[in-house]
């Protein structure tokens, strides 16, 4: 499986942005796929997850603010990030798990939110 993703820049806080990750390659058999994200100096973490048939997982720091949204046809998934703030500044790594939970990963996208 290969992911690129896609969607990153730089806004100013309480602006929005939305990230794109495409999946290719054996795509038959991601079952999840979802966001994480490293700041400087910091560990990466959990921004969000779905599941093939739609199940959402949030950070609470994220919850009401960033939604995650997956098209299976297009082997696709986005996470819209609104009311962005600066401490949401990463780079935003996408994330699959395989049916028999293989971690594969995209290449990150730079997020940064100006104050």
């Known amino acids: 499986v290969q992911l690129q993703a896609s969607g990153g820049g730089l806004v100013q806080s309480g602006g929005s942005l939305r990230l794109s990750c495409a999946a290719s390659?054996?795509?038959?058999?991601?079952?999840?796929m979802g966001w994480y994200r490293q700041a400087p100096g910091k560990q990466r973490e959990l921004v969000a997850t779905i599941t093939r048939g739609g199940s959402t997982n949030y950070a609470d720091s994220v919850k009401g603010r960033f939604t995650i949204s997956r098209d299976n046809a297009k082997n696709t998934v986005y996470l819209q990030m609104n009311s962005l703030k600066p401490e949401d500044t990463a780079v935003y790594h996408c994330?699959?798990?395989?049916?028999?939970?293989?971690?594969?990963w995209g290449q990150g996208t730079q997020v940064t939110v100006s104050s």
């Open positions: 390659g054996s795509v038959f058999s991601i079952n999840v």
């Open positions: 994330n699959a798990v395989t049916i028999i939970s293989i971690n594969e």
